[in-house]
């Protein structure tokens, strides 16, 4: 079973509060257990010295899912409304990227629409991400790459997409060059500036430090480091994606040095 087939049977498992427990309380209702308070919840967080609190993969695989199509509605409704090629998109893009049933597909749906037709700005579900995951500044480059690749699921990005993603990156506390390398895996042979960007690098990047860099991502994007680092087995396509890209964007600055 997939990470929202898990919220039908017995509820998140953890209480989550902020934009994000409005959003999901608002689509399930009494399904799940929500704190609608603004105390900061941190499902992923690291092991406390006493250990009565630990990291915890599922809740933070499912967090991570939330804000994914959250942010997705959100910037489907940028352009100031919602079609429904954009509608199709989306579920396309669940069903053939993420590999969801349709059972699954259904509760995406219902988070999609109390998403999309909430007040709350993208800007408070990307905050609350950020204190999410903190210190995982990876994860955060991953959303914007999620995002972009279902904005673009239509075939096209319109302008005020492409804005309201920036600014999703901007407030999660991603740099200029974070959002370039998020971007970059669509194209990562586009020119060489591309290509190190992937790699999160600059042209200058001694060989040392573009071949340590290489066996950091090849290794951070393995299934099963993907899984324990908050997005699970049905992210395990867009990995492979991603890995890719590193791989083409490796070979390409290889090639261009000779090493």
């Known amino acids: 079973m997939g990470l929202l087939g898990t919220l039908l049977g017995g509820g998140l498992g953890f209480v989550l509060g902020g934009p994000l427990g409005a959003i999901i309380g608002g689509a399930l209702g009494s399904n799940v257990e929500i704190n609608h308070s603004t105390s900061r919840v941190h499902p992923g967080a690291r092991p406390h010295p006493s250990g009565r609190t630990g990291y915890n993969p599922l809740h933070a695989q499912q967090t991570f899912m939330i804000a994914l199509i959250s942010l997705a509605a959100k910037v489907a409704k940028a352009d100031g409304t919602v079609s429904p090629a954009e509608v199709r998109s989306f579920d396309n893009f669940l069903r053939l990227q993420m590999n969801m049933s349709k059972v699954e597909r259904q ?14 700005p993208a800007e408070e579900f990307a905050r609350q991400i950020r204190q999410l995951l903190l210190g995982q500044p990876a994860r955060m480059r991953d959303l914007i790459s999620l995002l972009m690749s279902i904005a673009m699921a239509d075939g096209a990005l319109h302008p005020a997409e492409e804005r309201l993603i920036k600014s999703i990156a901007s407030t999660m506390g991603l740099s200029a060059r974070d959002y370039d390398e998020a971007v970059g895996m669509f194209n990562p042979r586009a020119n060489l500036d591309t290509s190190y960007s992937v790699l999160g690098l600059s042209a ?6 573009i071949k340590r860099t290489y066996r950091k991502l090849a290794k951070e994007y393995h299934p099963d480091v993907v899984a324990n680092k908050g997005m699970g087995a049905d992210f395990q396509k867009f990995a492979a994606e991603k890995m890719r890209a590193v791989n083409a964007a490796y070979d390409a600055i290889r090639a261009e040095r000779a090493f």
């Open 107 to 120: 509760v995406a749906a219902r988070i999609f629409n109390e998403a999309r037709d909430s007040n709350i």
């Open 204 to 209: 200058d990047a001694s060989e040392a430090e």
